[in-house]
């Protein structure tokens, strides 16, 4: 089925070829960082993780958001999401090849990764994150691609790939957690210390997978034939919304426990990130940018006329996406090193570097999902065309 990928139209290979030369750009950014070493990076002792391992963070979420659309359409037979569901499950493959690779660049010497598997430490929870990814990431391309290739066959899928679906939907919601067990188990960073990190992990991704999905599925109706369908994109937004709406009560929950229980280390890193801490506060923009594209959301999405609107749900969509990114893509991780355990502010900025490579990470990753969708698109045009013929 990948030859369907060699056909398209001028658009669809301009696309490619722009995401190419973004790739080509990241690709020698880092390799002068490799070159360099970390010192090219505004990375230092007391911001270790930064742009680089944020975005593996917002990423995670985004590729476990594919069960929202698993378990209505395989446990409950929601046909709405039958043109829709092999969608989510290949946007997970690019998702955690991008979480992968921005682990990758975030080492030194990056050959260590090898180190993960070759000398397994099953009490490190980076072991159990790279573990699950791994085997998610198989599984989204085996069932994706297995279904696919039945559908263009007009067959049924083989028994053994509906097992394989139902172990993927509790080891979507095991990626998110074992992550979010990355931060919680780290117990002198203050900020991550919580035990709602995992569920404010999930409730960020069912509401920024979702609403990515619903980006795609109306630029796909706009500059495609095809149509995921208007009561699966509705069901989709149904879904954004409660999952925002969590989102937000769990973030609150996390300024009453630390500004009520008056504990300095609970509280530091959140005024840092809304309010700056001795005139240093470059995130408190950025923070408050979210948050307002946030609740906004919120109120467009429980209006029923304006959510039924695509233009305005598309738009809505977009700044939920923003406004996720920016608290798991920037403030989260970031604000959990700042103050450090001394009590003092070194801030981060991210530099040129950085940012082309998180660039050219995010263009691979555009990459492999614009030809993923391509195969889809091309299947299920083939699929509904020998219908039609049958039909008549």
Not at 280 to 297: D, E, N, Q, T, Y
Not at 338 to 356: G, K, S
Request: some cysteine; aromatic content about 14%.
């Amino acid at each position: 089925m990948f030859e369907k990928t060699l056909t398209g139209s001028r658009l669809y290979f301009s696309w490619l070829f722009f995401l190419l030369v973004m790739v080509g750009i990241g690709t020698l950014a880092y390799l002068y960082q490799y070159f360099v070493g970390l010192k090219a990076t505004g990375m230092s002792r007391d911001v270790s993780w930064a742009l680089y391992i944020s975005q593996l963070t917002f990423l995670v979420g985004v590729a476990a958001s594919a069960v929202m659309l698993v378990l209505p359409y395989y446990l409950h037979n929601y046909k709405a999401f039958g043109r829709i569901t092999v969608l989510g499950e290949f946007l997970a493959v690019p998702a955690v090849f991008m979480c992968m690779l921005f682990v990758f660049v975030d080492l030194g010497q990056p050959m260590r990764i090898m180190n993960v598997f070759l000398h397994p430490t099953p009490n490190s929870i980076l072991f159990w994150d790279a573990t699950v990814l791994n085997v998610y990431m198989f599984l989204n391309i085996i069932i994706g691609w297995t279904v696919l290739e039945c559908e263009r066959k007009a067959v049924k899928p083989p028994t053994w790939v509906k097992v394989l679906i139902y172990i993927s939907i509790p080891w979507a919601v095991s990626i998110h957690t074992v992550t979010a067990f990355l931060y919680a188990g780290l117990p002198g960073r203050h900020m991550w210390l919580t035990a709602v990190m995992a569920p404010r992990f999930l409730a960020s991704a069912f509401a920024a997978g979702p609403s990515l999905l619903i980006i795609l599925g109306l630029i796909l109706r706009k500059f495609t034939k095809f149509d995921v369908g208007q009561e699966a994109i509705r069901m989709l937004s149904k879904i954004v919304t409660y999952a925002l709406i969590i989102n937000m009560f769990l973030f609150g929950m996390e300024f009453f426990t630390a500004f009520y229980s008056n504990i300095p280390g609970h509280m530091h890193s959140l005024v840092y990130l809304f309010a700056g801490i001795h005139g240093h506060g470059v995130l408190v923009p950025w923070m408050w940018v979210s948050v307002s594209l946030a609740f906004i959301s919120i109120i467009l999405l429980v209006i029923p006329k304006t959510r039924n609107n695509n233009t305005v749900l598309g738009i809505t969509a977009v700044m939920i996406f923003v406004a996720l990114w920016i608290d798991k893509g920037l403030g989260l991780i970031i604000g959990g090193f700042i103050p450090n355990p001394l009590e003092q502010v070194r801030e981060y900025v991210p530099t040129a570097i950085e940012i082309l490579v998180t660039v050219g990470i995010y263009s691979l990753g555009a990459l492999i999902l614009t030809l993923l969708y391509k195969v889809v698109l091309s299947v299920k045009a083939e699929s509904e065309s020998g219908k039609i013929m049958a039909a008549h």
